[in-house]
Each structure stands twice: as structure tokens, then as C-alpha cells.
């Protein structure tokens, strides 16, 4: 039964009628520009087809009360008075209400059921995906103007300041303004997006590698204040405004991590930028050789991968059909992509499996993934 239908039926069971709405918002695989968005950088993502689904009515009385069916647990909120009891899945949905709110808009309440398919904890952002599926289903019932953009940003502060994880604006900005058979270019600093196709006759799969590490948070804060004491060495806003070349004329100045940890960020946005361009031009072979330079930087300089993803990565790389391959999302473990031709998707998914199984023991997950449309009010 697909996903929509189960929160149908869960909604009819729980509030005695059918919902009035279905609101739904995507999971994300970055193809290319890692750690670039908190300096302001380019990224180059892809809504997947795996997302938050929630069934709604609207209310009169201001509360908000949800099921999830993941987690089997419900929430009665009152949105006069909301209080971080997290952590949870249920934060997500307060923080956008708090998010919200604060920014001036009148929100009403809803009774829901939600469920998702995007896999939690794997870097494929599933709570970005509840986050802009929240955000939708509020615009919805309390009349709100939908702006991807402007809804991005008050998602990504619910994660900032309501969950309290400091990330950047990628996964918000993609849940929300994705569009079938494409993947967005956005820039990160002024948030204007352009579309860009992918290129025909690929298959775009993605690998977890089935290992989590548990201090995501502060290694991936520890990277952006490297990257910012780096911006006040160059005297910039952001490593954005470093451009390769100026980069390379004082890098001996630099010490040797902070060299490293710019020289990441400034080929990565370099590299962002013209594969966009490669991707217009329908050019698979020089897409997969950028993803594969953003992994090996990623690994060497930027040191945000595990050997778990090292591994899966050199595997993929060896198979007949495979462009390239690299980390996606923070990295520390969770997931890689690999640009693979669609008729080896197949023989690719059970050839990676079985030799990344044997060379690790783990058994990996492999989803070939269809570019999907940001977070939408379903007919
Ligand atoms: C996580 C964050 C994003 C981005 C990536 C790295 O997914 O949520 O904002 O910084 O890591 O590119």
C-alpha cells in the first residue's frame, strides 16, 4: 500500500472521517557542492522520490494533534503554548510552528496522521523532509502565502534554533523547491535556484553504507568554524567569495588544516558550478569525474568521510557503468551516490551489495532514486 493511502486510512481511523488534505515533502540526495552551503556556497541536490506524508483537517481551536505512525505515538499541541519536550519527531513539527509564528504569520491547527519513507539517520534528510511537509500542510489550513524559498529558510531556523542543530540551508531550500527529472543549483547565499536536467539515460543511486557515527554534530560544527577562520584569514564574508586562483596565491600562508579545509571549499564550489554546466550539456562522463574529485577532496581535505564510505565508493567506481561516485550529506557514514547508466542500474545495485558486503560485513542499502517535486498539496 503506498504511503499516501496508509495515512488515508490511518486518518479515518483515528478521527472518524476522511482527511480534507494530503500534504507531502521529499527527502534529498546531494549530487555535488558538500559543505559549500554554510559559506555561502553553490549545491547541486535532487528532491528523491521518498518523503513525509501527512493527512490533515484543519481545526478551530489553535491545537495541533498528530499521529505519526512511524514512531506510534501521537502529540496534542497547544500552539498558544508550545514547550521543547524533545528530542522527537514531534519537535520538528512544533519548531515550524514556532518558526512560524515568530516570523508573524497567524497559524491554525490541524489534526494529522504522518509517515514517512525517507530512511531517519541516513543523511537523506528526513527531517527536512517533515519539516517542509509541516510547513505545508500550516500554509494550507491557516492561508499562507507558499514561498519555497521563504519556507525554507523558516524550516531551517525550526532545525537551528527549536531542534538545535546547526545546519545549513541545502536540505530545507531542495525539500521544498525540487522539480521532477531535475536536480537545482542553488546558490546559498542569495537563494536563487535554477533547474538543471539530469542528464538522459542515468540512473542516480544511492548507497548507505549502513554506518551512523555518533558525533556528527560537533565534528560538522568544528568544519565550520575552520571554514570561517579561513574566510577572516582572506578577509571575506565566506569561503564563497574565495575564488581557486586567489585561494592558491596566499594558501602557504594558511596552516596546514585550515589550507585543507578551504581548499575543499573553494574547488568544491568551482567544481559545483561547472557540473551544472556539464549537466546542460548532457554530459554524464564529466559529471561523474567532478563526483568523483569532491569525494577524493572530501576525504583528503575536508576529512568528513569513513572508511565504510571509502570503501563503497571505490567499489561503485569499478562497475561497468558507473560515472562516478562519492559521500553525500555531512558525511561521517550514512550514504554515497553514484551516476550509474540506467540499464546497468541493476547488475550495479546487486554488484556493489555483494562486494561491500564482503569487504565489510555490513549489508548496505541501495536505492535507485527518481528526481521528485518539492513539498506539494496532493490532488
Ligand atoms: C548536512 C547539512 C547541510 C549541509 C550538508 C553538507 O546535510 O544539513 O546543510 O551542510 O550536511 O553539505
Redesign the pocket.
Known sequence: MSLQQRVIDAFQRKFGAPPAIVVRAPGRV?LI??????NDGF?LPMAIDRAAWIALRPRTDRRLVVQSLDFDQSVDVDLNQMTNTGPGWAEYLKGVAWALTDSGRQLEGWDGVTAGDVPIGA?L?S??ALELATARAFATVSQLDWNPAQMALLS?RA?NKWVG?N??????MISAAGAAGHALLIDCRSLENQLVPLPPGNAVIVLDTATRRGLVDSA?NERRAQCEAAARFFNVKALRDVSVAQFEARAAELDEVTRRRARHVVTENDRTLKAAEVMRAGDAAALGLLMNASHDSLRDDFE?TNSALNVIVEIARQQPGCWGARM????FGGCAVALVKAEAATAFDQAVTAAYTQATGLTPNVYICHASDGASVVP
Not at 557542492?33 to 554554510?38: A, L, M, P, R, V
Not at 545546519?167 to 530545507?172: R, Y
Open positions: 546531494n557542492g558538500e559543505h559549500t552551503d554554510y549545491v543523511g534528510s527531517s527536512a531551517q532545525e542543530v545546519c545549513g540551508i541545502m536540505d530545507q560538522y568528513v553525500t550529506g555531512a558525511g
